[in-house]
């Protein structure tokens, strides 16, 4: 590769392309009691950012979510897991896992905690 293509990969921004939706969502945080209802403000493939409307738990960096949200419009509920990868006061924002992804990293936190 070139030194030209090599600076046009530099300045080039691989976060995927946002979308700002208004859904409400229900969450169980992994390995807690926590619950938490936010309203999610934008979607992309590899992710998500929330607004916690309700919470009997303060969602960390690092905790790993079952997410429910309910789309009426279309009279279907999409459940996916993710892991919170930044919070900023009432917004948190999360990165999409596949179920195994959440298995072996709960494994991980099991083992080490030995």
Same mark, same amino acid.
């Given at each position: 590769?070139? *030194? *030209?293509?090599? *600076?046009?990969?530099?300045?080039?921004?691989?976060?995927? #392309?946002? =979308?700002? @939706?208004?859904?409400?969502? +229900?969450? /169980?945080? =992994?390995?807690?009691?926590?619950?938490?209802?936010? %309203?999610? %403000?934008?979607?992309?493939?590899?992710? #998500?950012?929330?607004?916690?409307?309700?919470?009997? =738990?303060?969602?960390? %960096?690092?905790?790993?979510?079952?997410? @429910?949200?309910?789309?009426?419009?279309?009279?279907? @509920?999409?459940?996916?897991?993710? /892991?919170?990868?930044? +919070?900023?006061?009432?917004? !948190?924002?999360?990165? !999409?896992? %596949?179920?195994?992804?959440?298995? +072996?990293?709960?494994?991980?936190?099991?083992?080490?905690?030995?």
């Amino acid at each position: 590769m070139n *030194q *030209q293509n090599n *600076q046009d990969l530099n300045t080039v921004d691989f976060r995927a #392309s946002r =979308y700002d @939706t208004q859904e409400f969502a +229900t969450m /169980e945080v =992994y390995g807690r009691m926590g619950r938490i209802t936010a %309203k999610m %403000k934008n979607l992309s493939l590899t992710g #998500s950012g929330f607004e916690i409307i309700r919470s009997d =738990y303060f969602p960390q %960096k690092g905790d790993m979510l079952r997410i @429910t949200i309910p789309l009426r419009s279309v009279n279907r @509920t999409h459940v996916v897991d993710a /892991e919170i990868i930044w +919070t900023r006061g009432m917004l !948190f924002g999360v990165a !999409f896992l %596949k179920r195994q992804e959440v298995i +072996t990293r709960m494994m991980n936190r099991t083992s080490n905690a030995e």
